[in-house]
Antibody, heavy 124, light 108 residues
Framework: QITLKESGPTLVKPTQTLTLTCTFS??????????VGWIRQPPGKALEWLAL???????RYSPSLKSRLTITKDTSKNQVVLTMTNMDPVDTATYYC????????????????WGQGTLVTVSS | EIVMTQSPATLSVSPGERATLSCRAS??????LAWYQQKPGQAPRLLIY???TRATGIPARFSGSGSGTEFTLTISSLQSEDFAVYYC??????????FGQGTKLEIK
């Protein structure tokens, strides 16, 4: 059974750096094809993909946010960490982490398992 | 960036009736299209991937169709638990996945 859970601060001040942790179970990030992505959703708005990391430590970022994002993994702890610098009120959103499995034979995958999300508010 | 446009924004349907939701891509995404269901306060739940394949545990009343730029999610006989917001997502331009704005399915 695959589960993921996001954790981190609920309130950050403008210009601060946000650090979110995704702790997962039911899979290993050392298994070929496995990865974890981060997606956010501002209140009442659509979902936005932010970043993802593969089992081999390859990393990809949303072009519009690339300069502010860093994604890392700790395979031994079953965790993926996302940092976002220079936070702004427009970054207020629920942040989700999600599992994917990239099979070379079948091509790109959807996000098949999601965490419950964590609401981050940016305000002074 | 591939823009995903969903219609309608809100759909009012009576329980037991059929619901048809649409999703259009600004350019071809082949069959790399997923549908998610989201209920208030919950994470999105994968319903359909590959445009037409139901995810594990998804009831047969959910079906997806389409390819290229036009896609449809059909719920054949609405149950009370189906009233939620539905999002489409293209992952053809991996990893630059993009999502639609969502369709709210409400009880008529």
């Amino acid at each position: 059974q695959i589960t993921l859970k996001e954790s981190g601060p609920t309130l950050v001040k403008p210009t601060q750096t946000l650090t979110l942790t995704c702790t997962f179970s039911g899979f290993s990030l050392s298994t070929s094809g496995v990865g974890v992505g981060w997606i956010r959703q501002p209140p009442g708005k659509a979902l936005e993909w932010l970043a993802l990391i593969y089992w081999d430590d390859d990393k990809r970022y949303s072009p519009s946010l690339k300069s502010r994002l860093t994604i890392t993994k700790d395979t031994s702890k079953n965790q993926v960490v996302l940092t976002m610098t220079n936070m702004d009120p427009v970054d207020t959103a629920t942040y989700y982490c999600a599992h994917f499995f990239y099979d070379i034979l079948t091509g790109p995958p959807p996000f098949d398992y999601w965490g419950q999300g964590t609401l981050v508010t940016v305000s002074s | 960036e591939i823009v995903m446009t969903q219609s309608p924004a809100t759909l009012s349907v009576s329980p037991g009736e059929r619901a048809t939701l649409s999703c259009r891509a600004s350019q071809s995404v082949s069959s790399n299209l997923a549908w998610y269901q989201q209920k208030p306060g919950q994470a999105p739940r994968l319903l359909i991937y590959g445009a037409s394949t139901r995810a594990t545990g998804i009831p047969a009343r959910f079906s997806g169709s389409g390819s290229g730029t036009e896609f449809t999610l059909t719920i054949s006989s609405l149950q009370s638990e189906d009233f939620a917001v539905y999002y489409c997502q293209q992952y053809n331009n991996w990893p630059r996945n993009t999502f639609g704005q969502g369709t709210k399915l409400e009880i008529k």
